[in-house]
């Protein structure tokens, strides 16, 4: 059985090769997560539609898990992540924020993001 740390890892691995797929795979189908303008999203087609804006960017990330707090199949996490991508006008940009996220263990091993507040760190 994996740690819910692997939810980060899977999210880093799937948002850094594009595979929008493989990131809704990663929540629950009623989980709630933010857009681009920090507004709450719920649902897997909300959550798809939101994460295709971040990969429309070609963005880069890079997180770190800062806890991993475990509560038989709950698990609240914490980290930190840096994103870069080309702005509109061509220029790198970077933005990093601290992210609070709830998991669930579901029964075949894998952990779920159930809430994902990548905002809500700071």
């Given at each position: ?16 090769s594009g595979n929008l797929d493989a990131l809704v795979a990663l ?96």
């Amino acid at each position: 059985m994996e740690e819910p740390e692997q939810a980060h890892r899977l999210f880093v691995e799937a948002f850094n090769s594009g595979n929008l797929d493989a990131l809704v795979a990663l929540y629950e189908p009623e989980a709630i997560t933010f857009n681009k303008a920090n507004q709450p999203v719920k649902g897997s087609a909300q959550i798809r539609e939101a994460l295709s804006g971040f990969l429309s960017m070609k963005p880069h990330i890079t997180l770190t898990t800062r806890d991993a707090l475990r509560n038989g199949e709950l698990a609240l996490l914490r980290s930190q992540w840096e994103m870069t991508f080309t702005g509109p006008d061509g220029k790198p940009v970077q933005i990093a924020h601290r992210s609070t996220e709830v998991v669930r263990l579901q029964k075949d091993g894998r952990w779920l993001y159930v809430i994902d507040n990548p905002f809500g760190g700071d």
